[in-house]
């Protein structure tokens, strides 16, 4: 709700909205699958199976993945920005299919979100006083959410997020990076599969590093001879005592001065095999090398809106800066808002501003305190 506030659509005509985000395309796939399911579940009085659904969709597709791959987008983006857009047209997708999935089963929550929806997304004006005066799920009125042809190449993609992950906890216990903004990923592909599915969702370098919620992604092939290179390095690190074998036995891992470097076998990869919930590929074909992921610290300066670390040229951050007054003056107008016993003024609260906000508290020490003095004092 709060992402939505400035939304400038009708609920209606976020339905009808064709991202080209390949995130927020799959997501809407995911959510029409999803809505699909729900409408069957409840004809047949299966409410035990809403829940799971519910359950499943919040976890696993909306808070691992897609809220934190689009904070940067929220949260930095300039307002009207094109990005920003898209995922607000998403989430308010989102948001309409779980409003209406909830009422049955939570009926004073689903009242509470009705009443608290920002006034442009209602479809009719003035709008329904109850959430049970709404149409019902409306992914049948939008064919163009399903694209099953995504699903594939984002198994593979999801799969090399999951390494990339675990590649990104490796550089955490050697030192090199604190959290997953502090490092730059390079990603060498010999996996064809996986290769073709980069292609065909069109996941430019930028968009990946979201995905993998990194300042850094650089994305390339092998050059020759690479292949025969690397699996002798790797063999010989096994021999020394340099690596570790990963749980899953899909990848080897060793240490190579100031970089964590983590090879995927190709059954993580493997074409036209099904993938389980976990993310991982039941198929049982040879392991050869599929990926090759390289983490270092980002090198560059630490971008104070996005927290992305940037160097000039290629990668500069084209977000403006934020000087420390205006963060001083964002706070005390937030808290200020944020105490207004009006519900309504609340509205008026911009997330860009809470970001920064969160941002200068994290700073502690005499500021942060000066910070929390002030903004008590002006709200008593």
């Known amino acids: ?85 898209s995922a607000q047209m998403t989430m308010s997708a989102i948001l309409g299919c779980f409003r209406r999935a909830i009422a049955p089963l939570l009926p004073h929550l689903a009242e509470e979100v009705h009443e608290f929806l920002p006034s442009k997304l209602h479809n009719t004006q003035p709008p329904p006083p109850s959430a049970f005066q709404i149409d019902w799920l409306p992914h049948t009125e939008h064919p163009h959410w399903n694209q099953p042809e995504l699903v594939n190449p984002w198994n593979r993609v999801l799969i090399l997020r999951r390494e990339a992950q675990r590649a990104l906890e490796l550089a955490r216990e050697h030192k090199l990076i604190g959290a997953s903004l502090d490092a730059h990923i390079e990603l060498v592909v ?17 968009e990946l590093a979201d995905v993998l919620v990194t300042s850094r992604v650089t994305l390339r092939r092998p050059i020759p001879d ?36 983590l090879s995927v076998s190709s059954t993580a990869f493997s074409a036209g095999d099904e993938v389980s919930s976990s993310g991982r590929s039941t198929s049982s074909t040879p392991k050869s090398l599929a990926l090759e992921i390289v983490v270092q610290a980002a090198d560059g300066q630490k971008c104070p809106r996005c927290w992305k670390y940037t160097t000039a040229g290629e990668y500069a951050c084209p977000r403006p800066s934020v000087c420390p007054q205006r963060l001083y003056t964002d706070f005390r107008v937030c808290v200020i808002l944020i105490h207004l016993p009006n519900r309504h003024d609340r509205t008026r609260l911009d997330e860009c501003q809470c970001q920064r906000y969160a941002h200068s508290l994290s700073r502690g020490g005499e500021e942060g305190r000066a910070f929390e003095t002030v903004g008590h004092s002006e709200t008593m």
């Not at 909205?17 to 699909?36: A, E, K």
């Not at 010999?190 to 930028?206: H, I, M, P, R």
């Open 1 to 85: 709700l709060g992402n939505l506030v400035d939304v400038p659509v009708s609920e209606a005509e976020a339905f009808a909205h064709r991202p080209t985000n390949p995130l927020d395309r799959y997501m809407l796939h995911l959510l029409y699958q999803w809505c699909t399911q729900v409408d069957e579940a409840y004809a047949s009085f299966n409410f035990h199976k809403v829940v799971n659904l519910l359950n499943t969709m919040t976890f696993t597709h909306l808070s691992s993945l897609y809220f934190e791959a689009t904070k940067d987008r929220l949260y930095a983006d300039t307002p009207d920005g094109v990005s920003r857009r």
């Open 226 to 261: 690479e292949t025969t290179h690397l699996s002798q390095s790797s063999a010989h690190s096994l021999q020394s005592g340099e690596a570790t074998v990963s749980e899953s036995g899909e990848a080897t891992v060793s240490e190579s001065g100031d970089k964590v470097h």
């Open 190 to 206: 010999y996996d064809e599969s996986l290769w073709s599915a980069l292609v065909e969702l069109t996941l430019n370098s930028a």
